[in-house]
């Protein structure tokens, strides 16, 4: 259960975010825990841990997967998704024991972000070298154009039997892939995965974790979450399992494209038709499991 926020924090989260959208890509089944031939509603969340803010078009989708036991991938019929009111929902049955990967995308939007709310969205979403950059460069009053696309992937755990299923590499642009079962550990242990971007592990990317049961608005106005870790030059990100729940790992790895938006604009800005605004690349990954 999340802890309770004050209703200012509430407030200036809600001031944070209206103008950029900032919604994280979760699937968070009821439980990640099934029996065998259990039919499971997988619900994607876009939006916060707690709540999804937006449902997802079939349309929209790209790079839906589930990977079973064996590793047999199997890509789920638009049929098999339905909405429930902000959220969608994928109906589907597990019938063999062991790990299931299921993933799912979206593809690329663009959206044009004033500067109050890029700086706002950057702080929100714990992008601290993005920021840094930013002041660097001077360029906190200038307006972004963002490209974004996100990604989520889970483990589910069916039955009693594990499986190296819960290794398998989707493909998606950006993706967490565990180096650990972690079905296969208890609280407490050691959980280790890799970051990738395109295939290749990406090093030195902030990234973060928490579980349901640490996940609170602080005074600034955005999520606590009880890691902040560094991928190595591996890609590799590790951290202690210490609580039970629903657990999520996430990053997004933001690029900053360019000086201007096109190739043009720069004349454009010369001539007084056109304000600056610098292109950026956000690419959003999450993972989620259950630990006991």
Request: glycine share 8%; hydrophobic share 40%.
């Amino acid at each position: 259960m999340h802890k309770s926020t004050s209703a200012a924090a509430c407030l200036l989260l809600l001031l944070m975010v209206t103008g950029v959208s900032a919604h994280t890509l979760f699937i968070k089944p009821a439980s990640f825990y099934l029996s065998p031939s259990q039919a499971g509603a997988i619900p994607l969340l876009n939006g916060t841990f707690v709540q999804s803010d937006n449902k997802v078009a079939t349309s929209r989708m790209t790079g839906v997967a589930i990977v079973t036991p064996s590793g047999a991938r199997l890509v789920p019929q638009d049929s098999d998704w339905r909405h429930d009111g902000n959220t969608t929902v994928l109906d589907t049955q597990f019938d063999e024991p062991g790990n299931y990967v299921i993933g799912v995308g979206t593809k690329p939007r663009k959206m044009h972000i004033t500067s109050d709310d890029f700086n706002h969205y950057l702080i929100f979403e714990g992008l601290a070298d993005d920021a840094e950059q930013r002041r660097q460069l001077k360029e906190g009053g200038v307006k972004a154009a963002e490209r974004y696309a996100k990604f989520a992937k889970a483990i589910v755990q069916v039955g009693d039997k594990q499986t190296d299923s819960y290794a398998e590499v989707l493909g998606h642009r950006v993706e967490i892939v565990p180096l650990v079962n972690p079905y296969a550990i208890v609280r407490g242990q050691r959980f280790r995965a890799r970051i990738l971007k395109d295939g290749e592990p990406l090093a030195n990317e902030l990234v973060f974790a928490t579980h349901e049961g640490f996940y609170e608005l602080n005074a600034m106005g955005r999520y606590e979450e009880i890691a902040t870790l560094r991928s190595d030059e591996n890609g590799i990100i590790e951290l202690d399992l210490a609580a039970p729940g629903r657990w999520y790992i996430r990053f997004i790895h933001l690029t900053r494209l360019g000086d201007s938006e096109y190739w043009y604009s720069n004349l454009l800005i010369w001539l007084g038709i056109e304000e600056r605004r610098i292109p950026y690349e956000s690419l959003w990954a999450t993972l989620t499991f259950e630990v006991r």
